[in-house]
């Protein structure tokens, strides 16, 4: 049971270039996001999404594009990247349980526009 | 925007000392109040669900009150490895939202020898 997995860990995209993030979930949960956190900003989310073939825009979306086409995959896309865009993207995936919506993140990646 | 605040730290303390974080949130719609924790350079990881009672996980002590849309987190005997920073999260209960958490910026703690 890997939990969530992102790919890649690591990248250096020049101002322009276009690129995708994955994140996968074994857990079989339904909802999935994606958030960036830069220094002293904490945790902002970009969408998320609630089930398979569903996505939403969250707090800062203009950027980015997400896609949702199986259950356990969740894919952020960066058209045209810019230097603002430099950030550690996180994806978490959640579940509804007694307590609410415990939110398990994966290792993150981080991402350097130039 | 509904928001989480937190104060920033650092908190530096030393082995063995209790340190208590304290958290407030605006959106008195929220159910679902969390800690988690953040090492550095990693993914935050659930440290513990809030109940409305208070709860209890080891030497954790979690906090709520509705009335002042407050939460706390208290450690007691600190150890080196609770050196982290320490995130309060609310569930976001707007408009079909529910599963989405508003994260505080955290606070941050450093345990010295």
């Known amino acids: 049971n890997a939990g969530v997995t992102q790919t890649p860990k690591f990248r250096v995209l020049k101002t322009g270039q276009s690129m995708t993030l994955l994140c996968a979930q074994d857990?079989?949960?339904?909802?999935m996001y994606w958030y960036r956190q830069d220094p002293g900003m904490g945790l902002r989310l970009i969408h998320y999404?609630?089930?398979?073939?569903?996505?939403a825009k969250g707090e800062v979306p203009d950027g980015y594009n997400v896609s949702r086409l199986k259950k356990q995959n969740f894919l952020l896309g960066l058209e045209s990247a810019a230097p603002s865009q430099t950030s550690v993207y996180f994806c978490a995936s959640s579940t509804p349980t007694g307590t609410g919506y415990e939110q398990y993140f994966g290792p993150g990646t981080r991402l350097t526009v130039t | 925007r509904k928001e989480v605040e937190q104060d920033p730290g650092p908190f530096n303390v030393p082995e063995g000392a209790t340190v208590a974080f304290n958290c407030t949130y605006s959106?008195?719609?929220?159910?679902?109040f969390f800690w988690y924790r953040q090492d550095c350079r990693k993914e935050p990881k659930l440290l513990m669900s809030?109940?409305?009672s208070g709860n209890e996980d080891g030497r954790f002590t979690a906090q709520l009150n509705r009335a002042s849309q407050y939460i706390s987190l208290l450690i007691r005997d600190s150890k080196l490895s609770d050196s982290a920073t320490y995130l309060c999260v609310v569930n976001n209960e707007y408009g079909g939202s529910q599963g989405n958490l508003i994260f505080g910026k955290g606070t941050k703690l450093s345990v010295k020898p």
């Open positions: 809030v109940y409305s």
């Open positions: 959106n008195s719609a929220s159910q679902s």
């Open positions: 999404s609630v089930g398979e073939g569903t996505t």
């Open positions: 857990m079989n949960h339904e909802y």
